[in-house]
């Protein structure tokens, strides 16, 4: 759950800071909470009514798109592609089905998260997995895992190359997708799921996200300053657009604000990948891929490394794009 930031001064004998600082030294977290047995939630965990709005517009659903058959060359992977083109003009997220990766290898993973009962995130620098990272109780289910969403990256690289109309090996060129944060989510239910939420709307920094979730609903996106429910679709991955490749694309592929809800149910499991620049290239200057950009189209950004968008980010939940317009 968010800490609530407004609620800050002292009312009468409630002291905001003093009990939050209780709460961060148990180092029990929300989980502590749940399994304490907790019937209300701790008042710094309570959002003002404007915040919260969950209401969503129920007329739209994100796009899903069938990888099946993706590399034959022809008539079929045009269609993929430009599916993917217009998902990441207007939507900025969508759902991948038929993309290879076993239901079996989803199924350890959500089932390992769930038993680990925590939360977990690592780095996997230059698609190399390092088992030593990891608790025992992930090991094999990580290993397996990432082998699979590291294949689905490079495919997908190529698909997002050829929906940007330029070569499919251009974006595989340029190192972008190199690292890969790795976290997994053990989100509790909420005994009070009507006075907060799990995370404030936001957008990812990185380049492109991968997200394996569980069965229960609690994601929403902004589109068409609305929000709409992204209900997950057995044996799908959930995709979506990052601060840096709207940056690199010039606006053409969006980053789009999306938040976390809080449950009366669980407990949800999410595991996301997060794909940034090679660690060699982390000072590398980024900049509109040239190709995208004509005197009709001028660029919109300056020339920065992704160290310069993240040492901005940090601390903020929106994004930093509009700092470095040109």
Known sequence: MEVSTTEKSIDGDYNWAKEVN???ETKAGVKGLVDAGIVNIPRFFINPPEKLQNSSNTTHQIPIIDLRGFE??????????????????TWGFFQLVNHGVPDSVMDGMI?????????LNFIIKDDMVNPNVLPSVFRKEVEEYMKCIIKLKEQLCELLSEALGLSSDHLVSTECMKTTIFVCH???FCPQPELTKRLSQHTCLTFLTILLQDTIFVLQILHQDHWVDVHPVPGALLVNIGDFMQLITNNKFKSVEHRVLTRSVGPRISTACFFSPSSKNISKQYGPIKELVSDNNPPIYKQVPFTDLAAVRIGQNSSVLPLFKL
């Not at 034959?72 to 003009?89: C, L, P, V, W, Y």
């Not at 089932?111 to 939360?119: I, L, Q, T, V, Y």
């Open 186 to 188: 053990y989100y509790p």
């Open 72 to 89: 034959d060359d022809g008539q079929h992977r045009h269609k993929i592609f430009n599916e993917i083109r217009e998902a990441s003009e």
């Open 111 to 119: 089932e390992a998260a769930a038993n680990w009962r925590d939360s």
């Open 22 to 24: 209780e709460f961060d």
